[in-house]
């Protein structure tokens, strides 16, 4: 703010690059950055609903931010907004036709159906999906599956607008991955397609995407509850007391500075710093 408690003109210029929860506080600071930010359609673009708000965002307050779009509303994120009706977002979707990626990754309160229906008006009204990720949602079928893929627009090979597949082991509507490692690619060139599978099926390395043996990941245990190859395992560093790596996942759970290091570098991982302080609860 200068003087005349006016906000810098500079923060009109970043208003369109803001994330939508910074967008909702900088609205609040005071009414010429509220203006700015509600007169502005740019910003509302392409909403991200954030790992904040996805819980509370109700299909009400969903449509009061999409409505500042004018329509206009290119993508939109919802990962995990359980409150999400099937209604709501099909009033967005009909107030949006141009909506071309969607992702309602966890949405638990939407149905298969649902979702159909929401693809249906967008292909109907606009160019429709460019992408869609539905990984999450109930009760998914291989016959909404295909219903779904005849509604996404493909582009290049392979089915890459929607997000899930149908596993070729359990046959289940699910993420599914291909093996990256050298060896299996070579081995799935020779007899079929032999790692490809949904992560219940085939576990997987968290850092490489590699499949992994049982004993394998036995003796590569990670300090996080993620499977880890021997390779990736070997490469990262452990925790002095029980020799166990985080993941690139969870590596912010290191305790560099846990009263165990006893000025070692290195770092302690959670369960043994917090046993060491369970120890020293007993003394007291
Ligand atoms: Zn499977
Ligand atoms: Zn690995
Ligand atoms: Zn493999
Ligand atoms: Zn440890
Ligand atoms: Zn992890």
Redesign the pocket.
């Known amino acids: 703010m200068d003087l005349s408690g006016q906000p810098h003109t500079a923060l009109f210029l970043v208003v369109p690059r803001l994330g939508l929860r910074e967008l909702l506080s900088v609205a609040q600071v005071c009414v010429s950055l509220r203006d700015a930010v509600d007169k502005d359609v740019l910003p509302w673009l392409d909403i991200m609903v954030g790992d904040i708000l996805c819980r509370r965002l109700s299909g009400e307050m969903l449509l009061k931010l999409t409505a500042k779009a004018e329509g206009k509303v290119r993508s939109l994120g919802l990962s995990n907004c359980i409150k999400i009706s099937e209604e709501a977002l099909l009033a967005v979707v009909i107030g949006n036709p141009n909506i071309e990626t969607l992702n309602l990754t966890g949405c638990t309160g939407l149905t298969p159906e649902g979702v159909i229906k929401v693809a249906e008006a967008l292909s109907k009204q606009g160019s429709g999906l460019r992408c869609l990720k539905i990984d999450g949602i109930y009760d998914l079928h291989e016959g909404h599956l295909q219903t779904l893929k005849s509604l996404v627009r493909q582009e290049g090979k392979g089915n890459q607008g929607i997000d899930v597949d149908v596993c070729p082991r359990c046959h289940a509507v699910r993420k599914v991955f291909s093996?990256r490692?050298e060896?299996?690619k070579r081995?799935?060139e020779n007899r079929g397609k032999?790692?490809i599978g949904c992560a219940f099926c085939?576990p997987r390395c968290v850092e490489c995407g590699?499949?992994v043996e049982t004993e394998e990941a036995d003796e590569a245990e990670a300090a996080c509850p993620d499977v880890l190859c021997l390779g990736c395992w070997s490469k990262l560093t452990k925790c002095i007391f029980c020799n166990r790596p985080y993941c690139w996942r969870h590596s912010e759970q290191q305790q560099c500075y846990s009263p165990l290091l006893r000025g070692q570098s290195g770092f302690v991982c959670e369960f043994c710093d917090s046993s060491f302080h369970d120890e020293d609860d007993d003394f007291v």
Do not use: V
């Open positions: 093996c490692r060896t299996c081995k799935g032999e790692c085939i590699g499949c």
